[in-house]
């Protein structure tokens, strides 16, 4: 008999996570589709110019950006979201009582996060470049690269962690967009930070890691610090950043992570699928 080595277990959990993701086609279109639709957006409303103290075009500001939230969109939100509705239905507890190694299950959540995140901010990039003109600066992408890989496994940590603490499926996407898309108003995101902004607001957002994900990443398309020493294109206080949060946040989320639904979820789900039986009799 042979026996399927630890490598072969944990690509065949990516790619069933991934089979289910494309299968959900709401999480598909909030996850890819979503972020481009700004994108759109923002060049048909504000021009292809270049942007006043910037420096740089719409889409030179606002492709790295989205793929950005598209990046933190498939790790945090979909992570969070899907892992604790998999709690609920009784799936994880199942898991939990095969053969299979837990922590093969739940890297196998993780990577499918990591690759969808690769998946929608290359996308979003690709477009920036054959549709709106985006720059790419072949001495940038070591720091993109290693900037793009801490940003997604802080907030895939940080998704575990969201999951393993909201009570229910049912709260985790109010929860998780709650906690996410005020912050992307205030991280450069969805709106450059301008000099009228209030100090008290750059300083609120720094404290998080959305912001430093987004700048450090931003910088790499920026040609001001793109043509600079390669050395220097690491946005070192913002990997760092990102660093703290993820690993504070992936001991949280190993110190609280459930198997099991909350019992009073399970009768009411319980309830509910009897009381649906008896009005279908």
């Given at each position: 008999?042979?026996?399927?080595?630890?490598?072969?277990?944990?690509?065949?959990?990516?790619?069933?996570?991934?089979?289910?993701?494309?299968?959900?086609?709401?999480?598909?279109?909030?996850?890819?589709v979503f972020p481009?639709?700004?994108?759109?957006?923002?060049?048909?409303?504000?021009?292809?110019?270049?942007?006043?103290?910037?420096?740089?075009?719409?889409?030179?500001?606002?492709?790295?950006?989205?793929?950005?939230?598209?990046?933190?969109?498939?790790?945090?939100?979909?992570?969070?979201?899907?892992?604790?509705?998999?709690?609920?239905?009784?799936?994880?507890?199942?898991?939990?009582?095969?053969?299979?190694?837990?922590?093969?299950?739940?890297?196998?959540?993780?990577?499918?996060?990591?690759?969808?995140?690769?998946?929608?901010?290359?996308?979003?990039?690709?477009?920036?470049?054959?549709?709106?003109?985006?720059?790419?600066?072949?001495?940038?992408?070591?720091?993109?690269?290693?900037?793009?890989?801490?940003?997604?496994?802080?907030?895939?940590?940080?998704?575990?962690?969201?999951?393993?603490?909201?009570?229910?499926?049912?709260?985790?996407?109010?929860?998780?967009?709650?906690?996410?898309?005020?912050?992307?108003?205030?991280?450069?995101?969805?709106?450059?930070?301008?000099?009228?902004?209030?100090?008290?607001?750059?300083?609120?957002?720094?404290?998080?890691?959305?912001?430093?994900?987004?700048v450090a990443f931003?910088?790499?398309?920026?040609?001001?610090?793109?043509?600079?020493?390669?050395?220097?294109?690491?946005?070192?206080?913002?990997?760092?950043?990102?660093?703290?949060?993820?690993?504070?946040?992936?001991?949280?989320?190993?110190?609280?992570?459930?198997?099991?639904?909350?019992?009073?979820?399970?009768?009411?789900?319980?309830?509910?699928?009897?009381?649906?039986?008896?009005?279908?009799?």
């Amino acid at each position: 008999m042979n026996r399927v080595s630890t490598a072969d277990q944990l690509y065949r959990q990516v790619r069933y996570q991934n089979t289910i993701f494309w299968r959900t086609p709401i999480a598909a279109f909030f996850t890819i589709v979503f972020p481009l639709m700004f994108l759109f957006v923002f060049t048909l409303v504000f021009g292809n110019d270049e942007i006043a103290g910037l420096g740089v075009t719409t889409a030179q500001f606002y492709a790295p950006a989205l793929a950005v939230f598209g990046a933190v969109s498939a790790t945090y939100t979909n992570l969070s979201v899907s892992t604790a509705i998999a709690r609920d239905e009784g799936i994880l507890k199942r898991v939990r009582g095969t053969p299979l190694r837990p922590w093969i299950y739940i890297a196998g959540r993780i990577g499918s996060g990591a690759y969808l995140a690769v998946i929608s901010a290359g996308l979003m990039l690709a477009i920036g470049v054959l549709v709106y003109g985006l720059e790419v600066y072949l001495q940038a992408v070591p720091a993109l690269v290693v900037t793009f890989l801490v940003g997604i496994g802080c907030f895939a940590a940080l998704g575990m962690l969201l999951a393993a603490l909201v009570p229910t499926g049912d709260t985790a996407p109010a929860v998780a967009n709650a906690t996410l898309l005020p912050l992307a108003f205030i991280s450069d995101i969805f709106i450059p930070a301008g000099d009228n902004a209030p100090a008290w607001l750059d300083t609120v957002a720094r404290i998080f890691p959305l912001k430093h994900f987004a700048v450090a990443f931003q910088d790499g398309f920026n040609p001001v610090f793109a043509e600079s020493p390669w050395i220097d294109q690491f946005n070192w206080t913002s990997l760092a950043v990102m660093a703290v949060w993820g690993v504070g946040a992936a001991v949280l989320a190993a110190r609280y992570f459930r198997w099991e639904p909350q019992a009073k979820t399970t009768r009411t789900r319980g309830r509910r699928r009897r009381s649906e039986e008896v009005t279908a009799t």
